[in-house]
């Protein structure tokens, strides 16, 4: 099994792209988990959505087409998420309802210094995939409250408690996944 996971943060020492990181070290044996940014993408245009897409947009539309589900991690600005990771799915939902994204498995986790942990981005997150057509792992939202608290100094998760609950969440959405492919 293929999963992709994106990081819909930019900032160097990124809690959801560390928590990206740590999801990399609980695959299972024959499930590889395959991280890229949203930095790279220009912002969305109907103007640049031609045959010829820009190069960091092909490589993101191959690798959401190749990948069996996609895992985002966002953080949470201003009870919403990111406005890069809303590009990349800008960019992926094309063309509509036949889109790389139309009918992919998905999940969500999110990782925040708030005691929220991220729970308000990922219902924002949620509406808007449903408009893709991307199924949402049906299971309750992965948040990662006080994150500053759970991640070392080098940015490693370090949190036990952390680190079981997201082996746990990931092993459900690679379950899930096999469920909706029929294996």
């Given at each position: 099994?293929?999963l992709l996971?994106?990081s819909?943060?930019?900032r160097?020492?990124?809690?959801?792209?560390?928590?990206?990181?740590?999801?990399?070290?609980?695959?299972?044996?024959g499930?590889?988990?395959?991280?890229?940014?949203?930095?790279?993408?220009?912002?969305?245009?109907?103007?640049l959505?031609t045959?010829?897409?820009?190069?960091?947009?092909?490589?993101?539309?191959?690798?959401?087409?190749y990948?069996?589900?996609v895992?985002?991690?966002?953080p949470?600005y201003?009870?919403s998420?990111?406005?890069?990771?809303?590009n990349a799915?800008?960019?992926?939902?094309?063309p509509?309802?036949?889109?790389v994204?139309a009918?992919?498995?998905?999940a969500?986790v999110s990782a925040s210094q708030?005691?929220?942990?991220?729970?308000?981005a990922?219902?924002h997150?949620?509406?808007?995939?449903?408009?893709?057509?991307?199924?949402?792992?049906?299971?309750?939202?992965f948040?990662?409250?006080?994150a500053?608290?759970?991640?070392?100094?080098?940015?490693?998760?370090a949190d036990?408690?952390?680190?079981?609950?997201?082996?746990?969440?990931?092993?459900?959405f690679?379950?899930?996944?096999?469920?909706?492919?029929?294996?």
């Amino acid at each position: 099994m293929k999963l992709l996971g994106i990081s819909g943060s930019l900032r160097k020492g990124s809690y959801n792209t560390a928590l990206l990181e740590a999801t990399v070290g609980l695959m299972p044996e024959g499930v590889e988990l395959t991280l890229i940014g949203c930095g790279e993408l220009p912002h969305y245009s109907k103007d640049l959505d031609t045959d010829s897409k820009p190069e960091a947009v092909l490589h993101l539309l191959q690798a959401v087409r190749y990948s069996d589900g996609v895992l985002f991690a966002t953080p949470e600005y201003n009870y919403s998420f990111s406005g890069v990771l809303k590009n990349a799915i800008d960019w992926a939902s094309r063309p509509a309802y036949k889109s790389v994204l139309a009918g992919k498995p998905v999940a969500i986790v999110s990782a925040s210094q708030s005691h929220v942990g991220g729970a308000r981005a990922q219902a924002h997150l949620q509406q808007v995939l449903s408009a893709t057509l991307s199924p949402v792992v049906p299971a309750p939202p992965f948040v990662v409250p006080m994150a500053q608290e759970k991640f070392d100094g080098n940015g490693l998760l370090a949190d036990e408690d952390t680190k079981r609950r997201l082996a746990r969440y990931i092993a459900d959405f690679i379950h899930w996944v096999n469920r909706l492919a029929g294996r």
